[in-house]
């Protein structure tokens, strides 16, 4: 079983849209799949729902997966550790150190000069 924890209460994802389908004379509704949070966690043991969270692109930003491997973890320490993240729109970069993060910055967002 998986469990997921979002920093957001209460989210509905359809990740099976409705769809009308013919058959014979008739016009038949056939519903979609939702993933309802329930408050700030939901819990599944279908391999598609886990699947889907997985993809989605909240998923460690929002999203996250209860039980997971951690760094507390792979380090051996419960102290835990801080990390910097990059506060521009659709990078992911975090860094161990302001010092690091400010270089990735540099190197990867620099500012635009005026002429």
Request: aromatic share 8%; hydrophobic share 30%; with cysteine.
């Amino acid at each position: 079983m998986a469990s997921f924890l979002s920093m957001d209460h209460g989210i509905i994802m359809c990740y099976k849209k409705e769809k009308k389908v013919v058959i014979g004379n008739e016009i038949v509704t056939r519903p979609g799949k939702r993933i309802e949070f329930d408050g700030p966690e939901y819990h599944t043991d279908n391999p598609e729902e886990i699947k889907y969270i997985r993809s989605r692109s909240s998923f460690g930003h929002r999203i996250f997966e209860k039980g997971a491997v951690d760094d507390a973890i792979i380090t051996g320490s419960n102290t835990p550790v801080k990390v910097y993240a990059c506060s521009r729109k659709r990078c992911n970069f975090e860094a161990p150190s302001k010092a690091d993060l400010k270089t990735h910055r540099e190197d990867v967002h620099p500012r635009k000069t005026r002429r």
